[in-house]
T-cell receptor
């Protein structure tokens, strides 16, 4: 079975500060891991994904995430927060043989303070 | 090009009524997915189509929920005898087929269903 846990339903940072959003997963096979962002009244947008190969993946808008198998983690980071980063962020996994459906975490709402 | 579109954007209905939600995928995308997002939660998988057939319907919560994709393009999610607990945003996504690693799921803006 596949599942995702996102620690912290709300995270608040100051503009220019480091952003760290945590994601841990469980998977019965080598996982595919994703981060999606959801802006108010908009659809989900893919930020980045890990499939195979390099464990540090870079995405759009300056975000990156590192796959750590030993820790079953895929935390999302950005060195310097911008006001426009305020949104809901979802970690997701595909980790069952033959499945294509995404299993999402419950989300983390990021607030950026001026 | 056009993204995934969903109609209606909002639907208000009464308990016990029947509703249909429509999804128009990106042209050429053979895979189509339905998810449901309840308030304060992440999206939950409902059903996945490959072409015209449902390849995985393990997420449908009960037999009141049904989905079709008769021509392998537009899909309709049908909910019978709606209950207040069905209130949620229903999301549709589409992708190309082939390896997961190459084929991103593109999401529509969703249909917000409210059951009174």
């Amino acid at each position: 079975a596949q599942s995702v846990t996102q620690l912290g339903s709300h995270v608040s940072v100051s503009e220019g500060a480091l952003v760290l959003l945590r994601c841990n997963y469980s998977s019965s096979v080598p996982p595919y891991l994703f981060w999606y962002v959801q802006y108010p009244n908009q659809g989900l947008q893919l930020l980045l994904k890990y499939t195979t190969g390099a464990t540090l993946v870079k995405g759009i808008n300056g975000f990156e995430a590192e796959f750590k198998k030993s820790e079953t983690s895929f935390h999302l980071t950005k060195p310097s927060a911008h006001m426009s980063d305020a949104a809901e962020y979802f970690c997701a996994v595909i980790g069952d043989t033959g499945r294509r459906a995404l299993t999402f975490g419950s989300g983390t709402r990021l607030q950026v303070q001026p | 090009g056009a993204g995934v579109s969903q109609t209606p954007s909002n639907k208000v209905t009464e308990k016990g009524k029947y509703v249909e939600l429509r999804c128009d995928p990106i042209s050429g995308h053979t895979a189509l997915y339905w998810y449901r997002q309840s308030l304060g939660q992440g999206p939950e998988f409902l059903i996945y189509f490959q072409g015209t057939g449902a390849a995985d319907d393990s997420g449908l919560p009960n037999d009141r929920f049904f989905a079709v994709r008769p021509e392998g393009s537009v899909s309709t999610l049908k909910i019978q005898r709606t209950e207040r607990g069905d209130s949620a945003v229903y999301l549709c996504a589409s992708s190309l087929s082939g390896p997961i690693s190459y084929n991103e799921q593109f999401f529509g803006p969703g249909t917000r269903l409210t059951v009174l």
